[in-house]
Nanobody, 121 residues
Framework: QVQLVESGGGLVQAGGSLRLSCAAT????????MGWYRQAPGKQRELVAT???????SYADSVKGRFTISRDNAKNTAYLRMNSLKPEDTDVYYC???????????????WGQGTQVTVSS
């Protein structure tokens, strides 16, 4: 069984910073891409940032230059450093990982439980 455990959300003032973590645990053979989506109530889920196992990154235009995604492959953990936060960054952030579990040849998507990020003006 594979699980993603998120941490690091919270309340911060505009201009502040937060760092989210996402650890993939369980019967893992390999982890491919990891990243974060965010979603506010009543809105579509938005892709925020992704990182491949080789370290290639991509970002939503709305966060480029402010957010940085990184990962520690030895720990199957991804990080999202969020700087210069704005009130419009307020959302629930969900991490995801594309994982090949032990004993399979199939890649599957797994999701974290979500963490609330609130940016006050």
């Amino acid at each position: 069984q594979v699980q993603l455990v998120e941490s690091g959300g919270g309340l911060v003032q505009a201009g502040g910073s937060l760092r989210l973590s996402c650890a993939a645990t369980g019967n893992i053979f390999s982890v491919n891409a990891m990243g974060w989506y965010r979603q506010a109530p009543g809105k579509q889920r938005e892709l925020v940032a992704t990182i491949t196992s080789g370290g290639r990154t991509s970002y939503a235009d709305s966060v480029k230059g402010r957010f940085t995604i990184s990962r520690d492959n030895a720990k199957n953990t991804a990080y999202l450093r969020m700087n210069s936060l704005k009130p419009e960054d307020t959302d629930v952030y969900y991490c995801y990982a594309v994982v090949r579990p032990i004993g399979t040849t199939v890649l599957s998507n797994y999701w974290g439980q979500g963490t609330q990020v609130t940016v006050s003006s």
